[in-house]
């Protein structure tokens, strides 16, 4: 009981913004995983096809094996700053709320239909390979690593998710229309991809995440490449953006994801192995 | 394997003198042990059953998905929703690879997926049960993937060999998943809470009779078993396999600390085996009709898979046309 205590005080704390930059970079990383993982889980036995089944699984599992890596990290700073024991990585995916997820809100955009899904994993995949690609080359030893290893699945899912949206692009009318209603929909969520907050200049400063303008450039470019062979118009740079998910603002759609995927911890709160 | 009932449209058996030339070479192959593949000659009736047998396996890692996928947004840690993920999409796998063999005998995926969505074609009416709470995630590891292996050993060595080199692979997963499910009930029942001891309780409590009745019905109410054996696409008798499993099953059982909802259930010292109550014959025959706790809701949920996909596969087909119009 005690211990719960010192958790809940650790995660109150949290809330405070009492933590490390660092700690709250590591926070953004693993819930962007984490939330985007778990869209994959909602999508078992929805599959358009039986490949795609297998494909949009092996996405989810290596979302959810990065998330456990960067909030793993994560909760190790945690213990060490707070000095608190046994915060660990489900701690913080399953016993926090969603103002303290730290997620960019297009992860958490709801599966739609298969040009939504495909949509928000190919905007986030662009801008997810060139981090992971600056990360790898971190000053923190550990983000390095995780990056490194992070990034030839990343690789594998930019590569998939570009495949679908150019199929999509150019495939029939109807994909067409739906691929382009899709990309116009979450296109208001991508400027949050790109915006560079105190904390991440935090990082940058310590050369921890890479230059965020390079960053920027290639994001753009990939997307500019994939929907012009997609034969898809490319919504304006300058549109208004819906941001917030990196300081804790989330849109409704989050609130439902966590009650669903936290709902085991949160009703048996006295159970401490599964 | 998941197959049940799978009809033989064969009423008696031929002996070999009974048998013209092709089909005397056919079956002696087949009683040597010598793997029938897909160039060879066979009979009309072997090749039909062993249709029916592989896509009912098949469904069945498909419509499998959906028990499991009703927990993967729940998993309670990280480390059970990797698993849990990991398992279902093993199962996809099996799907396709079998699908695969299916191919071989000229059967087309899409038409017999359309069976299986009209009704027409069956899967394994342990998947027609729903799942309730966490545990059963353990319990369909262990007693449902136990129960499919007792039933997949011996197909490693049925007589086509498309088939059987694709139970080998299936059996390695099926064996690491059993382990698995075995595992999270152990961890509740060892170190849980009463909340949680509870949980596998009742999770055993519903999947144990319909676990039992995976096999089939009993010998002999079993018309198609005497074809099916001597073409050897099935090894042992249904009730050999519900025996072999029960014996494996209740020291684990007892290992856990917990009971089977059988009070006949009881160690005979003479014959070494475990003897079981009356398998309620009804139920199963309801469920293998259409009329289980979930039968409606998993056919829906394939059909409208496949059909909300519609529009995606038509745009991969015709996108693929223009590529291939643009590269002439």
Known sequence: MQNMALKNTALKNMAQKTQAPLTDYLLRLGDNALVLGQRHAQLCGKAPALEEELALMNVGLDLFGQARNWLGYAAELMVADLVTDNIDADHLAFRRDAQDFRNLLITEQPNGDFADTIGRQFLFDAWHVHLLDGLAGSSDPRIAEVAAKSLKEATYHLRRSSEWVIRLGDGTEESHTRMQRALDNLWQFTGELLQVDEIDQAMIEAGIAPDPETIAARWKATVEEVLEEATLERPSYDAWMYTGGKVGHHTEHLGFLLAEMQYLPRAYPDATVW | ?328
């Open chain 2, 1 to 328: 394997m998941y197959a049940q009932l799978v009809e033989t449209g064969s009423k008696k058996l031929k002996t070999l003198d009974e048998m013209g030339p092709e089909e005397r070479q056919f079956q002696e192959r087949i009683n040597d042990e010598i793997k029938i593949e897909p160039k060879n000659w066979m009979p009309d009736a072997y090749r039909k059953t062993l249709i029916r047998q592989i896509s009912q396996h098949a469904h069945s890692e498909i419509v499998g998905m959906l028990p499991e996928g009703n927990w993967l947004t729940r998993a309670p840690t990280l480390k059970r929703k990797l698993q849990l993920m990991a398992k279902i999409q093993d199962e996809a796998g099996h799907g396709l690879y079998l699908y695969s063999a299916m191919e071989t005998l000229g059967a087309d995926r899409d038409e017999e997926i359309d069976k299986l969505h009209d009704g027409r074609a069956k899967y394994s009416s342990i998947f027609n049960y729903p799942t309730l709470n966490w545990a059963d995630m353990g319990t369909i590891g262990w007693l449902v993937d136990g129960a499919a292996i007792v039933n997949q050993v011996p197909l490693q060595r049925t007589s086509y060999g498309p088939y059987a080199r694709a139970m080998i692979r299936v059996c390695k997963e099926e064996s690491f998943h059993q382990r698995q499910g075995y595992q999270i009930l152990l961890t509740m029942m060892q170190e849980g809470t009463d909340d949680q001891k509870a949980m596998v309780q009742d999770s055993i409590n519903r999947f144990w009779w319909p676990s039992l009745m995976m096999f089939g019905p009993s010998d002999e109410n079993s018309p198609n078993s005497a074809q099916s054996m001597a073409w050897k696409i099935k090894r042992h008798s249904n009730d050999e396999l519900r025996q072999r499993f029960l014996d494996q099953t209740v020291p684990q059982l007892e290992l856990l600390g917990c009971t089977a909802p059988d009070p006949d259930l009881k160690y005979n010292q003479e014959t070494g085996h475990y003897e079981f109550g009356e398998i309620d014959w009804q139920e199963f025959f309801d469920v293998v009709k259409g009329n289980g706790p979930c039968n409606r809701e998993r056919i829906e949920a394939r059909r409208s898979a496949i059909d909300n996909g519609a529009w995606v596969r038509e745009a991969a087909v015709a996108y693929a046309a223009k590529r291939q119009h643009r590269a002439a």
